[in-house]
């Protein structure tokens, strides 16, 4: 983490933040994902969530800055919580 704070002008303090910011915006992303879930399907918003975490990479690997990088990693996580939400709700169905 100290190289990727390096790497785009951030002070370690910024990488944690970059770390922190994931975490909250995964907790965060499951609970738009789960009625979207419930109401188009397991599979759209598993693609849709790919999509997403495919965009916050891109933004990631073009980051030249701390705001960049936040950004990029918000939208990566909102996109990876789909999975979250997606993976339990089909393990319920299969179960049933």
């Given at each position: ?7 785009i ?25 789960a ?26 690997a ?25 993976g ?9």
């Amino acid at each position: 983490m100290p190289q990727l704070a390096e790497g785009i002008g951030a002070t370690p303090a910024g990488g944690q933040l970059v770390i922190s910011l994931y975490l909250i915006g995964l907790a965060l992303g499951q609970l738009g994902w789960a009625p979207v879930a419930d109401h188009h399907g397991r599979r759209p918003v598993l693609i849709g969530g790919l999509v997403v975490f495919l965009i916050g990479t891109l933004l990631c690997a073009v980051a030249s800055d701390l705001a960049t990088m936040l950004v990029g990693r918000a939208v990566q996580a909102i996109g990876a919580s789909s999975s979250l939400v997606a993976g339990r709700a089909m393990a319920t169905d299969t179960a049933r």
